[in-house]
């Protein structure tokens, strides 16, 4: 159990039966009644937004989360099929947990599953990921003045607005919290 007085941003609480993490909170102190602490909570799977308060002292069940790396293997009937790095073990995810993901995951990617005492609840992307131009409308030279930008289709069949100059079979450089192109890599 943790109290309000130990909110921080990041920490994960078990409120009203679901997880959620601490975006943001506030201590309030009205000039009359009780003071109050002030939250928005973001639900770890679905990532909902609602903004509780809490009385001030109020405690409340915190959850320790574990991040581990596992390999991307494959997609099949709706599930897609984990395996951890270091024990081979293999777990799987249906399609709605993993939806936020499917536009960058190619087999053998890397990624963070996060997992608590009862078992997995999501995975988390990196940051940036390399994925390959598969289609693609050729660039015509004198086209880059005016910074113009073209749909490219990349290997997953994620579409991203590109430069002018890429070309297929490039690889690029992608933000997974945006879905924008970032640079050639």
Known sequence: MVSTA???????????????????FQHVKPGKGVAFVRTRLKNVRT???????FRSGDKVEDVRLE??????L???????HFMDTRT????QFTEETVSNVTPYLKENDVIEVITTEDGPIGVEMPTF???TVTHTEPG???DTATGGTKPATLETGLTVQVPLFV????????DTRTGTYVERA
């Open 6 to 24: 130990e909110f921080r941003n990041g920490l994960v609480i078990n409120h009203e039966g679901q997880l959620y993490a601490i975006v943001e």
């Open 74 to 80: 494959y997609a099949s009937d709706g599930f897609y």
């Open 140 to 142: 015509i030279r004198g």
């Open 129 to 131: 990921t390399v994925l």
């Open 167 to 174: 070309n297929v079979g490039e690889k690029l450089k992608i």
């Open 47 to 53: 990532g909902a937004v609602i903004t509780p308060t």
């Open 67 to 72: 991040r581990r790396e596992m390999q991307y």
């Open 88 to 91: 081979y073990e293999q777990i």
